[in-house]
């Protein structure tokens, strides 16, 4: 006799795993089934970061009493990951439903690195079972029939080429405060921080020959000038440089260009807000 369901629930053991729980106003989403048993997974799709530290855990379950035998549930993984390069599995091909069990688990670990590159997914796809099990909802839509599921492999590393900033730019300065203190320009050059691997040494900095140590933040692309020492000036001693706020847009991180604004701060007081516009000369 056939049954339609649109919250499905498979009892395993003490916990339940929902299968199918669905808007009510999609025909497509209301499964049914034959016999007494199927297998499915107990969700459509996951999402695990690449540095994720924890393994992630895929459910395979059985909508029946506790099986009577071990049943072996068949596998193939697909996507656009690769095994060993982009994530580890614990087993690969199978995985066994053991006997007076409802659940056998797939777990895979994301495998972490230092490049730039777009999401890859892993997509389960249950091929068969020892007991030759109904796989899925039958009568659902694809989406929803449980039979495969996709995992998104975040990539958390940001689109940076810190080499990109390096060269010898035209460096426009004005000062808000006093239109008459500019603006004018300079040339200046930007090199990698061989102590930092964020760092940018900019020489030359307001045209005055000292050099100043800033950073490159990968994902925003910003550049900004961490509190530092600048200069001593002879009447009011030791003078500091630091960022008051930062400008970038995406199209910064591919050409170079960037653009920040900073003051210079003495015992006396502070002097900006200055802003600066580093323009990478051809």
Not at 31 to 45: R, S, T, V
Not at 59 to 68: D, H, L, M, R
Request: proline share 5%; hydrophobic share 35%.
């Amino acid at each position: 006799m056939k049954r339609f369901i649109n919250k499905l629930f498979l009892s395993f053991g003490i916990v339940s795993l929902v299968l199918g729980a669905t808007s009510c106003d999609d025909p497509e989403d209301i499964g049914k089934f034959e016999g007494p048993n199927f297998i499915a997974l107990d969700k459509a799709a996951y999402s695990v970061a690449e540095n994720s530290t924890d393994p992630l855990t895929i459910k395979i379950g059985v909508a029946s009493t506790p099986v009577k035998e071990d049943v072996t549930v068949n596998y193939t993984l697909g996507g656009t990951a690769i095994v060993g390069e982009d994530y580890t599995v614990a087993s690969t091909g199978s995985v066994v439903i053991p006997k007076g069990g409802n659940t056998a688990e797939i777990v895979i670990t994301p495998l972490d690195n230092d490049v730039y590159e777009a999401n890859k997914t892993v997509v389960v796809t249950i091929t068969s079972t020892s007991a030759d099990f109904p796989i899925g909802l039958s009568g659902n839509s694809e989406k929803t029939k449980r039979n495969f599921t996709t995992v998104t492999i975040v990539n958390e590393d940001c689109p940076l080429i810190a080499e990109n900033f390096v060269g010898t730019y035209t460096a426009l300065y004005e000062y808000a405060a006093d239109p008459a203190d500019g603006p004018y320009e300079h040339t200046t050059t930007v090199a990698l921080d061989p102590e930092d691997e964020t760092g940018l040494l900019i020489s030359n900095f307001w045209g005055d020959g000292v050099t100043v140590k800033a950073k490159i933040n990968g994902c925003s692309g910003a550049v900004t000038i961490p509190s530092q020492n600048y200069y001593v000036h002879p009447k009011y001693g030791q003078a500091k440089i630091q960022s008051v706020s930062t400008i970038a847009s995406s199209s910064d991180i591919k050409t170079g260009n960037f653009k920040l604004s900073f003051a210079v701060t003495v015992a006396a007081g502070s002097f900006g807000n200055y802003t600066a516009k580093f323009t990478k000369q051809n």
